[in-house]
């Protein structure tokens, strides 16, 4: 599976931004689809899943601010990201899941200014 993330950018603290993922697969046939982000100096972190279509799951520090969800017909991941702080300023990657298999989209930059 090939994933392409866009829509990374520049954005002022309080704004929004979204993210997507174009896969080269059916997103139905992936079991898990996820948003991780990668802080400068930091470990990459686990932002948002899907799991099998219907289980859904946010890190504590954007919950109620971050949105995730699935187009199956355009099978496309994205990531609605609302309230931005300067310390969600990171690479945006779009992960799969399909079996024992795991795939990485190359990552999108974020940067909120305060």
């Known amino acids: 599976v090939q994933l392409q993330a866009s829509g990374g950018g520049l954005v002022q603290a309080g704004g929004s931004l979204s993210l997507s993922c174009a896969a080269s697969?059916?997103?139905?046939?992936?079991?898990?689809v996820a948003w991780y982000r990668q802080a400068p100096g930091k470990q990459r972190e686990l932002v948002a899943s899907?799991?099998?279509?219907?289980?859904?799951d946010y890190a504590d520090s954007v919950k109620g601010r971050f949105t995730i969800s699935r187009d199956n017909s355009k099978n496309t991941l994205v990531l609605q990201m609302n309230s931005l702080r300067p310390e969600g300023t990171a690479v945006y990657y779009c992960?799969?899941?399909?079996?024992?298999?795991?795939?990485w989209g190359q990552g999108t930059l974020v940067t909120v200014s305060s």
């Open positions: 697969a059916s997103v139905q046939s992936i079991d898990v």
């Open positions: 899907i799991m099998y279509g219907k289980i859904i």
């Open positions: 992960n799969a899941q399909r079996g024992r298999f795991n795939y």
